[in-house]
């Protein structure tokens, strides 16, 4: 019979000679702990391993046995691979979670770190520390929504620069509503509201910077220098309808959590639709709403202090449609029609008035572009005609030879406005 071999460190060595001089009796349970290093408890265990298995008791069961934790060389070569040919740009926590749902790789995020940094493939960041100072948060849901917009390369150069409108909840870390717009413009700012409110109800108020359709900052008209008094802009005229208030930031700093939130989006959400090969708003919008938002809510999200969300539900006699319009004024000319962006617009009769000649009304260009036009508390029947350009109104006005001579030439139109013959 082959005898077992036991190799002994020089650790181990000592160990077995002190708990050999204790089972002598020639030391007692607590000067063995104290030349081991032990607790009394770890020496009377230790003993007992001694007296019944002999030497081996000193050594450690898990000794020549490849560790259950240990990452095998395959599974850090695939690493390594999905690393180098596709997640390059990925931060190391992104490429853990990665690893875990697309690929059913489980790692840490520091086996991952020491493992890129030994294969040189990142190297140790020094960034020198900020100073901080945080805020405490909202204690109830829907309490403060803050809201900005983030023009950035969102494709990699795959399409043109596009711009992210976000809302985050100061309480909670939640994205209740995100969308990818062409422009940073009023309606697109709008559409966000009024989908975030759709969804989750009326919050008590939204944090938003100094942007020309938050809030009116124009100095040229005399009547603002003497009062100091704006006009209110389309979104202050929406929100106010519905009870809900705009906060202006002073600085970027102010509103932090939307800060980080594009820093964080940038990081995870663009290098996430450069692997899907996403190239345009579209399908850009689809893969936020299913796919991202969704995860980075379950992620990220909190509870909030207190359980009760602050959010108002909607009264069902609000038209969201008409609320979250951009409205403007106009005056009924003496043939009861109006113009509004070079449109002309004819009010049908109604009963309700004879005319409507001279009569203030309100033009309401919805989200979705159509026009409806309201006097006072209700909307009057309208029919749009169809305009006739410049130049048709002149050959209409002109006497029947001219007219039959310019039919014949064709008309060229100048700069300064002055129609010319065209010679054959």
Known sequence: ???????????????????????????????????????VRQVIRLRKKVKRDGIKGVVHGNKGNVPCIAILAPVKKTILNLYSNTYKDYNCSHFKETLEEEHGISVSREFIRTLLLNANLRTKSRKRPKHRARRDRMPREGLLIQMD???HDWFFGRAPVASLIAAIDDATGEVPYALFVDSDSTVNNMQVMRELILNKGLPAAFYVDRASHFKTTRH??????????????????????????????????????????????????????????????????????????????????????????????LPNHVDMDAVFSVREERTVMADNTLSFKNRIFQILPDGRRYSYAKAKVTVEVRLDSTVYIKYKEYYLNVKELKTVSKPDRMLNTLPEPITRLLQKYPVQKQKSDIFTLQRG
């Open 220 to 313: 040229s008209s005399y009547s603002v220098n003497l009062t100091g008094i704006y006009e209110p802009t389309q979104i202050e005229m929406a929100l106010s309808e519905i009870g809900i208030n705009l906060i202006l930031a002073n600085s970027p700093q102010a509103k932090g959590r939307i800060e980080r939130l594009f820093k964080t989006f940038q990081d995870r959400l663009l290098k996430e639709m450069r692997v899907m090969g996403i190239s345009n708003i579209k399908d850009a919008n689809k893969y936020l709403h299913k796919t991202f938002l969704p995860k980075y809510n379950s992620k990220f999200a909190i509870s909030p202090k207190e359980a009760a969300p602050a959010y108002r539900p």
């Open 1 to 39: 019979m082959k005898e077992e071999v036991i190799t002994l460190s020089q650790k181990e060595i000592t160990k077995h000679s002190i708990i050999k001089d204790l089972l002598d009796g020639k030391l007692k349970n607590k000067e063995a702990a104290r030349l081991l290093n032990l607790s």
């Open 149 to 151: 917009t983030s023009e």
